[in-house]
């Protein structure tokens, strides 16, 4: 069963305006963890935001902010002020189990955004 | 502060060759993770290292092994290259973050198998 689901292939956005990608999970686990990463074309997974199931607030940083709906199970990423070097692939991702005992990153399919000038 | 290094940045190896990528973590983290991405699929997790010790392990066969050595830094083998091993392997090392741990991932080797 897939536990991360990015129900978007591909989306434009034009430049300055804000889009959100989406994210859609699935774990019985009551603790967990979920990332949004950007890969570029050069292929390095760069970290962009984090929220844990036990926040009761939505994570940001800078233009990045995580709209968390956990009865949902819902982690959508908003970026506002779309900017040409937004232009890549981004990842949702959950961690499963701890780090320190075989915890990892199970991946969604990723999402492709395009930027438009 | 260096941030998650890998080599070789490219590789290209025959089929049923064997190849060693190399991952150095960022200072002061004590866990490494190996990941294998296909061309158009998010990564799938191959091993984990937490203080040297083989902690967890995706579904791999048994031609892919890794281990940590004393510095953190790691190593993933892979025996009997296959075609379909062609991939970027992306190390991950895993710290304290601004509000917990979080997974940081160095520029990935691509490796190509002809």
């Known amino acids: 069963a897939q536990k991360i689901t990015q129900t978007q292939p591909g989306m434009f956005v034009q430049e300055k305006e804000a889009v959100t990608l989406d994210c859609t999970y699935d774990t019985s686990d009551p603790s967990y963890g979920l990332f949004w990463y950007k890969q570029p074309s050069s292929g390095e997974m760069i970290f962009l935001i984090y929220?844990?199931?036990?926040?009761?607030q939505n994570a940001t940083e800078g233009r990045y902010s995580l709209n968390f709906q956990k009865a949902r199970k819902s982690a959508n990423l908003v970026i506002s002020a779309s900017q040409l070097g937004d232009s890549a692939m981004y990842f949702c991702a959950m961690r499963e189990g701890s780090w320190n005992q075989g915890g990892k990153l199970i991946f969604g399919q990723g999402t492709e955004l395009s930027v438009k000038p | 502060d260096a941030g998650v290094t890998q080599s070789p940045t490219h590789l290209i190896k025959t089929r049923g060759q064997h190849v060693t990528l190399r991952c150095s973590p960022i200072s002061g983290h004590k866990s490494v993770s190996w990941y294998q991405q296909v061309l158009g699929q998010g990564p799938q997790f191959i091993f984990q290292y937490y203080e040297k010790e083989e902690r967890g392990r995706g579904n791999f066969p048994d031609r892919f092994s890794a281990r940590q050595f004393p510095n953190y830094s790691s190593e993933l083998n892979v025996n009997a290259l296959l075609l379909g091993d062609s991939a970027l392997y992306l190390c991950?090392?895993?710290?304290?973050?601004?509000?917990?741990?979080?997974?940081?991932f160095g520029p990935g080797t691509r490796l190509t198998v002809t």
């Open positions: 991950a090392s895993t710290g304290r973050g601004a509000t917990s741990y979080e997974q940081y």
């Open positions: 929220q844990g199931s036990y926040d009761q």
